[in-house]
């Protein structure tokens, strides 16, 4: 079955930590994207990436890092740098070029305290 | 900021009522994306939109590219209760980078059985 896969599905960690959220798709997608959700608000950009060794900044990159060093992977790390790190962060992909329609992964809850 | 409206933010209904959503920016979209996300999940794509006019359905599920192309409509007909969740529009602007796509507020929908 072809599909995006986050792990894990929930993650607890103390303030000042930093904290790798884990993305793998299976689709053969060129590009993969990550997403912040807070309750009652839309899906907000962090970071994405095209193709393989380069990615851009959303709207909201500052704490957060990136690394595409494979076509299936796309690793996401909070640092301690963000301010209010606890969210539902979700990662999707999409074909690439001309393709607007991206699919999403089932979300990882990260609780901060 | 906030570029996607969508109305209404929330919405209860009856099991076995049609429902109708709209998607509205000020701004010219080239592409309309209808997703569905159930509690704790991440979206699934429902709809895509590429032509203004187009009308598209997806079994129970009708959405419209607007003529204007600032807005997009999807409509649920007899509902059930699987059909509850967070319905997002999403768009590809015109003027950007094919890989940004911005998502709505949402609108929740509630089936009573």
């Known amino acids: 079955d072809g599909g995006i896969t986050q792990s894990p599905k929930y993650l607890f960690r103390k303030e000042g930590q930093n904290v790798t959220l884990s993305c793998e798709q299976n689709l053969n997608h060129d590009a993969m994207y990550w997403y912040r959700q807070d309750p009652g608000q839309g899906l907000r950009l962090i970071y994405y990436?095209?193709?393989?060794?380069?990615?851009q900044k959303g709207d909201i990159a500052e704490g957060y890092s990136v690394s595409r060093e494979k076509k299936e992977s796309f690793p996401l790390t909070v640092t301690s740098a963000q301010k209010n790190p606890t969210a539902f962060y979700l990662c999707?992909?999409?074909?690439?070029?001309?393709?607007?329609?991206?699919?999403f992964g089932p979300g990882t809850r990260l609780t901060v305290t | 900021g906030q570029q996607l409206n969508q109305s209404p933010q929330s919405m209860f209904i009856q099991e076995g009522e049609d429902v109708s959503m709209n998607c509205t920016s000020s701004?010219?979209?080239?592409?309309w994306l209808w997703y569905k996300q159930d509690p704790g999940e991440g979206p699934v794509l429902l709809i895509a939109?590429?032509?203004?006019?187009e009308l598209t359905s997806n079994g129970r599920l009708t959405a419209q590219f607007g003529i204007t192309r600032k807005d997009s409509f999807l409509n649920i007909s007899a509902s059930i209760p699987s059909d509850v969740g967070i319905y997002f529009c999403?768009?590809?602007?015109?003027?950007?980078?094919?890989?940004?796509?911005?998502f709505g507020p949402g609108t929740s929908l509630s089936v009573i059985p």
């Open positions: 999403a768009g590809q602007r015109r003027g950007t980078s094919y890989d940004k796509v911005i």
């Open positions: 939109l590429y032509k203004a006019g």
């Open positions: 990436s095209q193709i393989v060794n380069d990615f």
């Open positions: 701004s010219i979209f080239n592409t």
């Open positions: 999707a992909s999409s074909i690439g070029r001309q393709s607007y329609e991206q699919y």
